[in-house]
């Protein structure tokens, strides 16, 4: 079945993210996620983001109140809320991680997309990731529980 018709349509919150901004072309994503997880120190129970936006990628990690961005060296953000498609990516790392950028040039081309909002790649675990492309409408939306837990959605 092609990313287009297995995708979902979930309505996400407003998420509040400290990120770094790197070029989008992998060697500069792959340093930006090691010196933003080499940052944040413990990896435990923190939701990691990647957002591709203007031709820049942005390695996010959702804000907690004892965050410390500029200390950490980080801008602070808002991962934009609303309607997304929703893809979920299985497989081992780093196999799964190439799955992303083909399944959002599918994506890109739905009918209802959004090109001003930012595609969003969400990881759920070392095997698992979702990829988000902001749709402008469609009437069947499903509610996720909490910002970034997408763990409901298939």
Do not use: N
Request: overall charge neutral; hydrophobic content about 35%; glycine content about 10%.
């Amino acid at each position: 079945m092609a990313d287009a018709e297995r995708a979902r349509l979930v309505e996400r919150d407003d998420v509040p993210v400290m990120f770094k901004r790197v070029a989008d072309e992998q060697t500069a994503i792959s340093r930006g996620w090691a010196e933003v997880e080499e940052a944040v120190g413990s990896l435990r129970g923190r939701k990691f983001y990647g957002v591709f936006d203007g031709g820049e990628y942005r390695v996010c990690v959702q804000l907690r109140k004892e965050d410390e961005p500029a200390g950490l060296g980080l801008e602070t953000g808002t991962l934009p809320g609303g309607r997304y498609a929703q893809v979920r990516l299985q497989g081992e790392p780093p196999a799964v991680y190439e799955q992303i950028a083909p399944t959002f040039e599918r994506l890109a081309r739905r009918l209802d997309r959004d090109p001003s909002r930012p595609d969003i790649e969400f990881y759920l675990s070392g095997r698992r990731a979702a990829a988000h492309l902001g749709p402008s409408r469609d009437h069947r939306v499903q509610r996720t529980a909490s910002p970034g837990d997408l763990g409901q959605c298939s």
